[in-house]
């Protein structure tokens, strides 16, 4: 059985269905993601490039290619900003940002990549308090 998962940005003017299965789930943690995310790491499903289909706002998406890397790119909502899936550079695989599903896809990480490009306090985030909400 094949399985569908949508997605979209934080407006909601682009939405998209991604099929699955998907080939890999990394956890890149490298200075690009970094600052494409404004988080400590990126969080990348990957799957072929014509499992994706966009539902609505396609043309909303925008695309940056760093012109200084061989393979770092991505898309985003001209309106909002929020990262979408993109087909990588050589054409052979979309790259899914995990936190633009809106279903659950039911994997976990493979890996975390670019490790030793880590922020340095990333080893004691499992140790600051959980709240449910704002504390």
Known sequence: ?????????????????????FNGF???????????????????LFTEPENLTWLS?????RRF??????????????ICGSAL???????TAVVVPA??????PHYTPDDHIFWLERVPWYDQITDAPHFDTYP
């Open 57 to 61: 706002g396609e043309e909303h998406v």
């Open 26 to 44: 990394h956890l890149c943690h490298c200075n690009r993601c970094r600052k494409a995310t404004g988080s400590v790491h990126a969080s990348n």
């Open 99 to 104: 936190g633009s599903l809106d279903d659950d």
């Open 1 to 21: 059985m094949v399985e569908s998962f949508k997605g979209g940005c934080l407006c909601g003017a682009v939405t998209y269905q991604v099929q699955g299965p």
């Open 85 to 91: 899936p993109y087909v990588n550079r050589p054409g």
């Open 65 to 78: 290619d760093l012109p200084t890397a061989k393979r770092f790119a991505r898309n985003f909502c001209e």
